[in-house]
Nanobody, 118 residues
Framework: VQLVESGGGLVQPGGSLRLSCAAS????????MSWYRQAPGKERELVAA????????TLEDSVQGRFTISRDNAKNTVYLQMNSLKPEDTAVYYC????????????WGKGTLVTVSS
């Protein structure tokens, strides 16, 4: 089982990045997917979530109107489009897979660093 995040990096305030999380080793379409982030010295927090069929999404208040979560079940990939980035968005971003069925395991990726700085 693997969740591999990519797309992080250094970007100036106001810029954009698109994170990707490629899943393998489990039935992707049977999992709700989320992006979390953890800034230095802070707890990990939920940023965005999407249901297994992509029919419903949730965004944390501070990223509403700037971030979009989407998924492609044919490619076993979930995305986080981040626009109008702010310095306070600087964090390690993690992909999380939550099973639809409680008897399945959940999974975390290893994270990708996003740094917003001029």
């Amino acid at each position: 089982v693997q969740l591999v995040e990519s797309g992080g990096g250094l970007v100036q305030p106001g810029g954009s990045l698109r994170l990707s999380c490629a899943a393998s080793g489990f039935t992707f379409r049977s999992y709700h997917m989320s992006w979390y982030r953890q800034a230095p010295g802070k707890e990990r927090e939920l940023v965005a979530a999407i249901t297994s069929d992509g029919g419903s999404t949730t965004l944390e208040d501070s990223v509403q109107g700037r971030f979009t979560i989407s998924r492609d079940n044919a490619k076993n990939t979930v995305y986080l489009q981040m626009n109008s980035l702010k310095p306070e968005d600087t964090a390690v971003y993690y992909c999380y897979a939550q099973p639809v069925h409680s008897y399945d395991m959940d999974y975390w990726g290893k994270g990708t660093l996003v740094t917003v700085s001029s």
